[in-house]
């Protein structure tokens, strides 16, 4: 299976393994990695990156932990850097505990190759000022963090958001993509670009 989705974490943060059979990477890791780990080890995969769509607390609690015991970096946009003190990315708010600290390393827009893996990588802020969205073509998918859900958008009342520019990122990066594009969010269930475009009464053609 080319795409493995685990629900981790106090929030049940979507995180997702992407591999070609060989080699993988993992998108968001919301909580105990151990699932993670398992699912690599019975696989026999080569864990080639830790890719993060925004740096928000319940994306990163296990982050820590599976870079340690991996050995694999953390990749995320150096535009969220600026939220580092808040409790948005530090974690402690509504009584949850603090996000174990990580080092990563900034992940342009543009193309991406992790190994045989191809990715385009989209800027996508609104959300947060760094998020991104990874686009994998080889699957037509896109794993959208909290940008766009089923349905719904992602929320903007947290430091560094930006609702008319979620929107604009919505419609000018993820729009612009095939509409029968798996939509891959960061939490709940998938969806695809075509029917967001139609049916999501925040961005799409019903606003």
């Known amino acids: ?13 979507n995180c997702y393994v992407v591999n070609n059979n060989e080699e993988a990477i993992v998108i968001d ?8 780990r398992q699912y690599l080890a019975e696989r ?8 993060l769509t ?19 970096p953390v990749y995320a946009s150096r535009h969220d850097a600026c939220l580092d003190d808040t409790e948005s990315v530090r974690g402690g708010i509504w009584g949850l505990p603090p996000v174990p600290p ?4 900034d992940i342009p827009a543009g193309e991406r190759d992790f190994g ?17 969205s990874l686009y994998y073509p080889a699957e037509n998918a896109v794993f959208t963090g909290d940008a766009l859900f089923f349905r719904s958008i ?10 008319a520019l979620l929107l604009r990122s919505i419609r000018e990066k ?27 009464a925040f961005c799409g053609d019903l606003c």
């Open 29 to 36: 890791v919301g909580g105990d990695p151990a699932p993670i």
């Open 174 to 200: 993820l729009f612009t993509l095939p509409e029968e594009t798996s939509v891959y969010p960061g939490h709940g269930g998938a969806t695809t670009l075509g029917d967001e475009r139609r049916q999501n």
């Open 154 to 163: 992602g929320r903007t009342d947290f430091p560094g958001g930006d609702q």
């Open 116 to 132: 045989k893996l191809h990715f385009t990588i989209l800027e996508t802020p609104g959300h947060t000022p760094g998020g991104i």
């Open 102 to 105: 990580y080092t990563c390393e």
């Open 1 to 13: 299976m080319p795409i493995a989705k685990f629900a981790l974490g106090p929030l049940e943060t």
């Open 54 to 72: 925004h740096k928000h607390f319940d994306h990163t609690y296990g982050v820590a932990e599976l870079a340690a015991g991996t050995g694999a």
């Open 44 to 51: 026999g995969l080569n864990l080639l990156a830790i890719c």
